[in-house]
């Protein structure tokens, strides 16, 4: 198998909006490069609330920069990088708070991560080697945020849809959705996950020429 760019580690930012597919192709860029891949989620790095009462949990505003914590996460891909073990944080959405405990992420030749807002911040956006978009019309996402709360979340369908309408869609137009100008490439989360893949991986033999170049200059 080919690994994309240098022996270092190599940091891919998957980034679209809620129900985009973004989980789909971190996970089979994952199975494409095997044991060379690590996957982490930006949803682990959800702040821990459990010190605050059930009802303020859940008015908390989850789909702003400011409920992850995002210095942690940028921390671990310098750790990572550096060929360090990494202690990755648990989360319970049920709770709203960090479970006791951890998950250790070895360093990988490839690390995918998955998140709304990797690219809501510049010091987390630099952290990466490729920011990829993935591209879903609002209906659409809409929908598959709703079957999914509620199925794996334990969420009803009025409260799927009012935190729909209060924070996740003026959120996403805010803060995920400019990310699409800024991403290195954008892919449909519509298409069959095989072709967005091979478009990333595209993508990523593209970089390598101009890796080397950096590196020679």
Same mark, same amino acid.
């Given at each position: 198998m080919e690994l994309p760019l240098r022996n270092a580690c190599t940091t891919i930012a998957i980034v !679209? !909006?809620?129900g985009s597919g973004k989980t789909t192709l971190a996970h089979a860029l994952a199975e494409h490069f095997g044991e060379h891949c690590a996957v982490i989620d930006?949803?682990?790095y959800y702040r821990d609330l459990s010190h605050l009462k059930p009802a303020e949990r859940a008015a908390i505003?989850?789909?702003?920069?400011d409920s992850l914590e995002n210095s942690l996460l940028v921390d671990h891909l310098h750790r990572l990088r550096a060929g360090r073990?990494?202690?990755?944080p648990k989360y319970c959405f049920a709770?709203?708070?960090r479970l006791p405990e951890r998950e250790w992420v070895a360093p990988k030749p490839v690390v995918v991560v998955e998140g709304i807002?990797?690219?809501a911040l510049p010091e987390l956006r630099n952290a990466f080697d490729l920011r990829v978009f993935v591209d879903v019309p609002d209906d659409v996402r809409a929908l598959r945020r709703l079957r999914r709360d509620v199925s794996e979340r334990g969420r009803t369908i009025d409260?799927?849809?009012a935190q729909w309408m209060q924070t996740v869609r003026p959120m996403h137009e805010r803060f995920v959705a400019p990310a699409k100008r800024r991403a290195d490439l954008v892919v449909s989360g519509q298409e069959p996950t095989r072709d967005a893949v091979l478009r990333v991986l595209a993508q990523l033999s593209a970089l390598e020429p101009a890796a080397k170049a950096a590196e020679q200059a």
């Open positions: !679209g !909006g809620t930006h949803d682990s505003n989850f789909d702003h920069p073990t990494i202690d990755k709770t709203h708070s807002l990797l690219m409260s799927v849809c």
